[in-house]
Nanobody
Framework: QVQLVESGGGLVQPGGSLRLSCAASRNIFRIYVMGWYRQAPGTQRELVAHITNDGTTTYADSVKGRFTISGDNAKNTVYLQMNSLNSEDTAVYYC?????????????WGQGTQVTISS
């Protein structure tokens, strides 16, 4: 098992920035995908960005050029730098970890952190 602890959410004005962090409670297995999803009221949870163990990143079209995901393997932590925020970015952001082992895959979710963009 692994716990994902998120931090960095909050209220920010349009055009502002936030940095989310997600720390895993133990060392992550060698092959993984770790990233962020978000869910706004009345919508489905959607992928924001993720990063793989070899550093490959993927972004939703809506955040390309504004958000940057990065990882610190030594700290078992992934970061999401969010710039040029707008009201459509308002959502609960969830950290997600997928570990791939010889015998299968395990998926973990954080508890979620609220991000609100408002003037």
């Amino acid at each position: 098992q692994v716990q994902l602890v998120e931090s960095g959410g909050g209220l920010v004005q349009p055009g502002g920035s936030l940095r989310l962090s997600c720390a895993a409670s133990r060392n992550i297995f060698r092959i993984y995908v770790m990233g962020w999803y978000r869910q706004a009221p009345g919508t489905q949870r959607e992928l924001v960005a993720h990063i793989t163990n070899d550093g490959t990143t993927t972004y939703a079209d809506s955040v390309k050029g504004r958000f940057t995901i990065s990882g610190d393997n030594a700290k078992n932590t992934v970061y999401l730098q969010m710039n040029s925020l707008n009201s459509e970015d308002t959502a609960v952001y969830y950290c997600n970890l997928k570990e791939f082992m010889a015998y299968g895959q395990s998926t973990y979710w954080g508890q979620g952190t609220q991000v609100t963009i408002s003037s």
